[in-house]
């Protein structure tokens, strides 16, 4: 059975001793994150799921870091090791013919489980245990929102699944936007200008719509938490893409004052309405990239009802200087989406998207070469992919480089590459966040094919090969090596 809602998932971590219970009464203004990021960048054996069951002011529990670990974020997606949703998709998706029938039958079956549980249509539930509790007057007063660091701007809600449906088509969109608070019924949506929640703004503001009904879920089950994060293709909704990681479609229920369906699993919604012509100014917010981003103008979210449990948890996460949650969470989403990069680009063998680089700053490749200037043909291919096209620099190299080993890719990269000839500059789009470039959401992008170079690129001194023992040798001492007293 799959992981039903988020207590679920917590009491997961306890008995695996992945969570820590604090009873003592500390601060959402500034103490949580203090802690939170000294126990992400923990040693491993320390870095847990921290429940804090009293948070100063507030009556309601709050939990952070839940996806803190490859051990949590695997388990919140019903795997063992994150590199299976990379061959678990990769074997649902393989567009060669199966050899024989008892292939094809696996094959079938394993598209067939999948269709089951994504579900062809929403499930939908008459009532779920989110809307336990209706508040008569909705107001956003007994959350224990995080104030993150010293320079925000306010409080923000940080571990949000802001649903909205298209204007013109009605299909649904699920996006993980900070929302900073500005009272008790307001809050702000920072939807950034590349992300589908803004594009729903823009066919609004086309349509003349005087608001956007929208929803705010916090909690359900693990996956879908996570999959608000998930950087699919336009009118993909990330809710079928939870049912198919859960092995079982997510149940819905009916809003009570906005015509959208919410997760019936999870601890608290907030309904409302976002207002595409009313933009105030939101942030500063220390942000993933680890600086504060700037104030800009994003719409007002107006609350129109709060529903959840009985005894609700609040579930929150920050981000800053890394390693944070979100490298897992990132990790996550580049184990599971490298199949699809594959479908486009088969020559590549895998991808690694370190910490140090916050996901879009810098794309390590490793490809089986075959022809000249394949590994540019790579890096022009990467830049035309949905979100992969704000990536700042990719670096390229051959099959046989590990490139989650940050070290080796080094080696390569450094002594592989003609500085004068084997580097592609040029200007694109950018992440919405990036400071460093001199415009806003455009700027400079670095590809470098640190590969072997072939003859027919000018490459014309006959590449060497790399000093190997030869495997005999490395047998013999195989078999020695207990003996060495090594």
Known sequence: MPI?????FVD???????????KEAVSPYLEITEIADRVSKGPHGRNRALLFEQPAGYAMPLVINLFGSAERMAWALEVDDLNELNLNLGKLIDPHLPQGLRQALDRGQDLLNALRAVGLKPKKVRHGPVQEVALKEPSLASLPILHCWPQDGGRFITLPQVITRDPQIGTRNVGMYRLQVVDDCTLLVHWQRHKGGAEHERLARIE???HIPAAIVLGGDPASMWCASAPLPPNIDEYLLAGYLRGAPVEFVDCLTQPLEVPASAEIVIEGTIDP????PEGPFGDHTGYYTPVEPFPAFHVTAVTHRKEPIYPATIVGVPPMEDVWMGKATERLFLP???LFLPEIVDVCMPAEGIFHNLVLVSIKKRYPGQARKVIFGLWGLALM???KAIVVVDEWVDVQNASQVAWQALGNVDWSRDVVITNGPVDHLDHASYQHSFGGKIGVDATAKMPE??????WPEVARMSPEVQARIDALWEQLGL
């Open 340 to 342: 699809l990069i594959r």
């Open 457 to 462: 690129e000018g490459y014309t001194r006959g």
């Open 277 to 280: 012509s009313e933009h105030r």
């Open 4 to 8: 039903q809602d988020l207590r679920e």
């Open 12 to 22: 997961l971590l306890e008995k695996r001793g992945h969570l820590v219970r604090i």
């Open 389 to 391: 096209s704000l990536a």
């Open 208 to 210: 003349a719509k005087e």
